[in-house]
């Protein structure tokens, strides 16, 4: 009984009220963009959505119980898991001319990337906790490598949003780990320089579209563009309070396509304005500097790693997709985590923050002034 | 490892959620009222009402013509084929019962030729290209006519549906589901019972609609079909020019703005309205058109909220100069026959029927298929032969040559020439007169009655062609004569040598005239010089043009004698087809020869009462091996019995 009681104590209770907060909000959110006003009913995905929460928390209690240093072990192997299912999406047919998903029946489809990021961030963990591979430049090709195989492989799908993740998940990791500022930021000017040919040579036409068409959306305004338009007028006519739960009418006249899932920030922003929109953005921030906390507090390197990679991870995907909505970032598929309605979105943001609250619970206590080393 | 790094971390983040925040701000604070507009623009919608177009009545205030309320049966495809086949068999079934007809019936309309695969397959095609052209579409060319023709050769639209899902995911589904969502038309203008039985059976099921529409009804069906004219669509050019000298903004606009003009031009809202496209609903479309009205209207949640209105007007009615009894008894008289009657007023030219024959069914026309069998009639039914037929007038037209002996040759009317049978008008040329038996010297009088050729012939000759040709202008020979409804000119050329003089006197030649010419001829031979303006427009008053030919009653006198004769003394080419017993008719009877055939163009013209001339009347037969009395003349005789109410 003690021993449970210890463990409770331990548990990072303040990251797990943040979430709740956001979790809500996903709740909310999800019902109120799935209401279709010519049936004057709502559609199942709300339902749904509790459902993939439910799993999602039971997923989060699980992850408590291992100490993530045994999780460690398997950080290669899983990583090598996840490669080989992202190419066994490739034997399937193409749903909206990509391959994304492996699909299991008719009720669920895996996608392999969410949860290759999981895997992504582990294994660099992993292997950037050995200082050792950080002093020289050569050692830091493994890590790009780690990040890069799949970013390439993703791209190919293609799913240009999620391939994009892995970039700042290496670069937060890296920069965490101690790796010389005058390395990345050589790495990220031959990225930099790189861009331009991978623009022209690298993406489908629809891509370079989506990555330019949110410069000029009025001039596109019926597919990319359309979306864009849409979401911005949504979140401004939010204004300061809000139209009211339910009331936003462009979300119950469906003016905006996939308003449960990339767009729900702008039914958020719509219903709720800057009060409630703000407000969400302020928790995601207080979810990620509670997370940087237990990264502060932990001395072990591997599981500072993890934390960084998860706050670079979801800070990323959160301001891409709410940069995205209003119009300072190219409309990508992504979802917001934790919010946006989808079964292997929330599944994977569950499986992060279980990592980061694990992190929290078993922590080594280390006495010592002098930083851990191997 | 450093733990700076980590509170460096933290700044990022904290600094990238204020980039966010301060765009939030930026959108939802200082632009809020833009879009605010934009959000509540989205939410305004037009709805256009529709008012009748103008009736038309007789000048006896029959209606001839009239927008009636009509319902069709309609199905939204996406809300009712694309659901389980149970359903959809369900559906079917409701709706067969309450139609009164059998489920095959409905699917074999739903899935039969012309049904919902073709229309839905046109309207994608249509989508796929006008995105294609906006660059838009993501799918290749082969890929888009694939969607299509997924949905054309599919066994049920579900099944369409689903494999659409499956190959081309959400972005092909919103192209179908799209399309899908329009309305269907069952059947067209069916009965009210069946509509009330819809309503009342099937009202209730998601995606059966009953459309209120409206139909043009005929209560006389294929009488006068030539006057009232039909409705159709503008053609592609025809609608453009309209819609640049703003024939279809003019009223709306100042309603609904001129984005939403646009918006509903765009949606070919306009060109789909019929127009009408023959006859007095062509002449007087801007009269009878109805002004659509427009409703602004926002959409809240719960349903909408009326912004702003405009009510539409209805078309103006429209009265004819045409008695529809008067006017069937000239299409009864003409049964049978190809030709046409015409019946005027000859003081103050009304038209009181203008018949021709063959005819076709108002009622039945607005059927595409129907359309192109008639166009392709041999006997060309479409054609208003009394306004747009042209034919050699044979022997009619020697009482207007009479008319301009009498006023160019001082003592015509005593002027006597002998009649052998032939003349000789030059070395090669001679001319014959077979319509009666050779006779001593002859006057006027006699020869119109006899229409005798060498009698005309040298009186031709003795006017020449110059006078020929302008006494002919001033009858209005080879001009429009106004009428309302639009007419040919005929063909008037001054004949130069004696041949063609000759040919003239007779009405032969490349001469081509109308029968309404021929009747305001004759008019303006009874009523004493006055050429008419034909209408068929009822006006308050006439005051229409009317041009005094400077006429002389006292030579006109022998002229309609000689007419009077024609039709009442024995002998006359009419005497024995167009006498009354107690009404005195005047008139000329021809026969045109057709080149090359045995056949004739007969004709009669003439007018009645002949003491106190009311109407004139032109009867043209075509192609008829008969002759101008026995053929013309009884048809004339019918229609003025008619008229007159006079029993044989």
């Known amino acids: 009984m003690t021993m449970m009681r210890k463990k409770l104590s331990r548990v990072p209770w303040a990251l797990v009220v943040i979430m709740c907060a956001i979790l809500a909000y996903g709740v909310v959110f999800v019902f109120s963009a799935s209401y279709r006003a010519q049936e004057n009913d709502f559609t199942a995905d709300p339902y749904k959505q509790v459902v993939w929460m439910a799993l999602g928390a039971a997923v989060f209690v699980a992850l408590l119980v291992p100490n993530y240093m045994k999780l460690g072990r398997f950080a290669y192997l899983i990583y090598a898991v996840c490669l080989v299912l992202i190419l066994a999406s490739y034997l399937f047919p193409p749903v909206n001319g990509a391959r994304r998903w492996i699909p299991f029946g008719s009720f669920f489809k895996l996608q392999p990337s969410e949860f290759m990021k999981i895997a992504v961030v582990l294994a660099l963990a992993k292997y950037l906790m050995y200082r050792d591979n950080l002093s020289r430049a050569r050692k830091l090709a493994v890590p790009f490598c780690l990040a890069l195989v799949p970013t390439v492989l993703i791209l190919r799908q293609p799913d240009l949003g ?29 990225g930099l320089a790189l861009l331009p040919p991978l623009y022209f040579f690298g993406l489908k036409d629809y891509q370079r579209k989506r990555l330019t068409g949110f410069l000029h959306p009025e001039r596109t305004s019926l597919q990319e563009g359309y979306q864009l338009v849409q979401s911005k007028i949504a979140i401004g006519s939010g204004g300061l309070t809000g139209q009211g739960l339910g009331q936003g009418s462009q979300n119950w006249m469906e003016a905006l396509p996939y308003d449960q899932t990339d767009f729900i920030f702008a039914v958020v922003g719509e219903e709720w304005g800057l009060v409630g929109a703000g407000g969400l953005l302020l928790l995601y921030l207080a979810l990620f500097a509670a997370s940087i906390s237990i990264a502060l507090r932990t001395r072990e390197p591997f599981g500072r790693l993890i934390v960084a990679g998860v706050v670079g991870l979801l800070a990323a995907q959160v301001y891409i997709n709410v940069g995205m909505t209003m119009g300072l970032m190219p409309v990508t598929g992504m979802t917001l985590p934790l919010v946006s309605y989808g079964g292997s979105s929330m599944l994977s943001s569950f499986i992060l923050l279980g990592l980061v609250a694990n992190v929290a619970m078993h922590h080594i206590p280390v006495f010592s002034s002098r930083e851990f080393t191997c | 490892m450093r733990r700076n790094r980590f509170k460096i971390l933290l700044i990022v983040v904290t600094l990238g959620t204020g980039v966010l925040m301060g765009r939030l701000a930026h959108l939802q604070i200082f632009d809020h009222r833009r879009y605010l507009k934009d959000a509540y623009g989205k939410r305004v919608r037009i709805e256009v009402t529709r008012a009748p177009r103008g009736a038309i009545f007789d000048r006896n205030g029959l209606v001839l013509a009239q927008d009636k309320p009509a319902y069709d049966i309609a199905i939204i495809p996406g809300l009712i084929c694309t659901r389980s086949p149970q359903a959809e068999a369900e559906t079917i079934d409701i709706l067969a019962r309450a139609m009164h007809r059998t489920p095959r019936e409905i699917r074999d309309r739903i899935y039969g030729p012309q049904g919902i695969r073709d229309r839905l397959a046109k309207d994608m095609q249509r989508h796929l290209r006008w995105l294609a052209r906006r660059n838009m579409l993501k799918l290749s060319d082969e890929e888009a006519q694939e969607l299509v023709d997924v949905v054309r050769m599919c066994e049920t639209l579900a ?9 081309f995911g959400t972005g092909g589904l919103r192209i179908f589901d799209r399309q899908a969502a329009g309305d269907f038309v069952l059947e067209a203008d069916v009965k009210p019972s069946v509509r009330d039985s819809v309503i009342i059976e099937a009202g209730d099921i998601h995606g059966v609609k009953v459309l209120s529409s409206s139909k043009r009804h005929y209560p006389f069906g294929e009488s006068a079909c030539h006057v009232l004219g039909y409705l159709g669509q503008l053609s592609q050019e025809e609608y453009r020019a309209k819609e640049e000298e703003g024939f279809f903004a003019e009223g709306l606009v100042e309603v609904i703005g001129p984005a939403r003009y646009r ?22 479309e801007g009269e009878m058109r109805p002004c659509p009205g427009a409703r602004l209207v ?3 949640r719960d349903g909408r909220e009326t912004l702003g209105r405009s009510d539409a007007q209805p078309g103006g009615n429209i009265t004819l100069t045409i008695d529809i009894h008067l006017q069937k008894a000239a299409e009864d008289a003409l049964a049978g026959l190809k030709g046409a009657v015409v019946v005027m007023d000859v003081h103050h030219g009304e038209i009181l029927a203008l018949a021709s024959a063959p005819r076709y069914d108002l009622n039945t026309f607005r059927r595409l298929e129907r359309y192109n069998l008639l166009r392709s009639d041999e006997d060309a039914p479409l054609v208003h032969r009394a306004v747009r037929g042209q034919y050699a007038p044979g022997s009619t037209f020697k009482i207007l040559e009479a008319v301009a002996a009498v006023h160019e040759i001082e003592g015509f009317e005593n002027v006597r020439y002998e009649c052998h049978g032939r003349i000789r008008l ?8 077979r319509n009666h038996a050779p006779t001593g010297p002859m006057c006027l009088r006699d020869a119109l009655k006899k229409s005798c050729n060498i009698f005309f012939y040298r009186t031709a000759s003795r006017l020449g062609g110059a006078r020929l040709r302008s006494w002919s202008e001033r009858f ?4 429009h004569t106004g009428i309302e409804i639009g007419d040919a000119a005929g063909n008037l050329v001054q004949p130069r040598t004696e041949g063609e003089i000759a040919n003239m006197a007779i009405g032969q030649g490349p001469l081509l005239v109308t029968p309404l010419q021929m009747a305001r001829v004759v008019a303006a031979i009874a009523n004493g010089g006055k050429l008419v303006t034909p209408h068929v427009l009822l006006y308050p008053e006439a005051n229409l043009e009317t041009v005094d030919l400077g006429l002389r009653e006292d030579r006109l006198e022998p002229v309609r004698r000689g007419m009077w004769a024609v039709v009442n003394e024995r002998g006359g080419t ?13 008139g000329k009877t021809g026969t045109a020869e057709i080149a090359n055939s045995n056949l004739n163009n007969a004709w009669f013209a003439g007018f009645a009462p002949f003491d106190r001339p009311q109407i004139c009347i032109a009867v043209v037969i075509e192609k008829t091996a008969g002759h101008g009395g026995d053929t013309a003349g009884p048809v004339a005789r019918e229609v003025l019995r008619a008229y007159f109410h006079e029993d044989s």
């Open chain 1, 162 to 190: 999620t391939a994009l993740l892995f970039i700042p998940i290496l670069f937060a990791l890296l920069y965490s780990a101690g790796a010389r500022v005058k390395h990345l930021g050589l790495a990220a000017a031959i």
């Open chain 2, 159 to 167: 099944q369409a549906r689903a494999d659409i899902r499956a190959r």
């Open chain 2, 263 to 284: 918006t509903l031009e765009r949606s070919n809202y306009f060109a789909v309205q019929p127009v009408g496209r023959a006859g007095v609903e062509r002449a007087l």
């Open chain 2, 298 to 300: 926002a959409l809240v």
């Open chain 2, 426 to 433: 030059g070395p090669n040329t001679v001319f014959h007169c």
């Open chain 2, 476 to 479: 209005g020979i080879g001009r």
């Open chain 2, 574 to 586: 009419a005497y024995r087809h167009a006498r009354m017993k107690r009404l005195e008719v005047a």
